[in-house]
């Protein structure tokens, strides 16, 4: 079982910046793929990141490549959402989730995913 916990998230004004982490505990074997998603109001939840831990291969969606980085700490079993630029339609739940994952694989799909976080509101006023 892996645990996985979302925070860092707010409310930001149109341009400015947030950083989301997502700490895992349990069976955080550094084989694992970790994606970022979200909800945003009345929608069906997106794909946002990807990351895979072993080899740090990524992978963004069109709507927030270039403006946001995803990243890997290994030592603290922490991945990190950097998010700049933002903007009033990035208003959403975010949530991360996790996959064990061969070196190099990324998942961009929704049910790929076998765990998740609770996800943390971030909420863009323009």
């Known amino acids: 079982q892996v645990q996985l916990v979302e925070s860092g998230g707010g409310l930001v004004q149109a341009g400015g910046s947030l950083r989301l982490s997502c700490t895992a505990s349990?069976?955080?074997?550094?084989?694992?793929?970790m994606g970022w998603f979200r909800q945003p109001p009345g929608k069906e939840r997106e794909f946002v990141a990807t990351?895979?831990?072993?080899?740090?291969?990524?992978g963004y969606a069109d709507s927030v490549k270039g403006r946001f980085t995803v990243s890997s700490d290994s030592a603290k079993n922490t991945v990190y959402l950097q998010m700049n630029s933002l903007k009033p339609e990035d208003t959403a739940v975010y949530y991360c989730?996790?996959?064990?994952?061969?070196?190099?694989?990324?998942?961009?799909?929704?049910?790929?995913?076998?765990?998740w976080g609770q996800g943390t509101q971030v909420t863009v006023s323009s």
């Open positions: 349990g069976r955080t074997f550094s084989s694992y793929v």
């Open positions: 990351i895979n831990r072993s080899g740090g291969r990524t």
């Open positions: 989730a996790s996959r064990l994952g061969l070196y190099g694989s990324v998942f961009r799909v929704e049910s790929q995913y076998e765990y």
